[in-house]
Structures are given as structure tokens and as C-alpha cells.
């Protein structure tokens, strides 16, 4: 059972590439698409679609933006709910 590094898609049959670091670390490529896009390509793996990082990364971006309007509904709310009982609010245009 190893997790690719790239893509994290977990394998069980004894398939693709482990590559020892002089630090230590052991990094697992399911296949040769994975070494080449993070080893030669250099790409982000945040930015492949196919990468579970993309989704993970999706979904944080996702519910930030979620959040970020949920905030601006709320505080819409808040100046509707003051010019119906009278107060005015001076407001600069
Ligand atoms: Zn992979």
C-alpha cells in the first residue's frame, strides 16, 4: 500500500517507482505521468486536474468563497434591518 506523491492514488499491486531522497524521504510514483509532471515538468500538482491535491484545493477555495458571501449576505441584512426601523445610516456616495 503506497500513496502516490503526486496524484494520491493508493495501489496495491507493485506497480510504478519509489525514489530514495539523500534526506530520506521516500516518494512513490504510481506511474511514469506522475514522475515526469512532478520531477522534469515541475508542475503544481494543486493546478492538475487529475491530482487529488486539485480537489482538495478546489473544495478550500470552494467554501472560502462560500463563506466570504455568506458574510457579505449577512451584513446586508444587518443595514436592511436598520433603515426599517428609521435609523439612518449617513452614507457617502
Ligand atoms: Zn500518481
New binding site residues.
Given amino acids: 500500500m503506497a500513496k502516490?506523491?503526486?496524484?494520491?492514488?493508493e495501489q496495491d499491486d507493485y506497480k510504478?517507482t519509489f525514489l530514495m531522497k539523500n534526506d530520506g524521504t521516500i516518494n512513490y510514483?504510481?506511474?511514469n505521468?506522475?514522475?515526469k509532471n512532478h520531477l522534469k515538468l515541475k508542475r503544481d500538482r494543486r493546478k492538475i486536474k487529475w491530482?487529488e491535491a486539485f480537489y482538495k484545493a478546489r473544495d478550500k477555495r470552494i467554501t472560502k468563497e462560500r463563506e466570504r458571501v455568506e458574510k457579505v449576505r449577512a451584513k446586508k441584512a444587518e443595514r436592511s434591518k436598520d433603515s426599517d426601523t428609521g435609523q439612518k445610516s449617513a452614507k457617502k456616495f
Wanted: glycine share 14%; aromatic share 14%.
Fill in positions: 502516490c506523491v503526486f496524484c494520491g492514488r510504478g510514483y504510481c506511474s505521468k506522475c514522475q491530482t
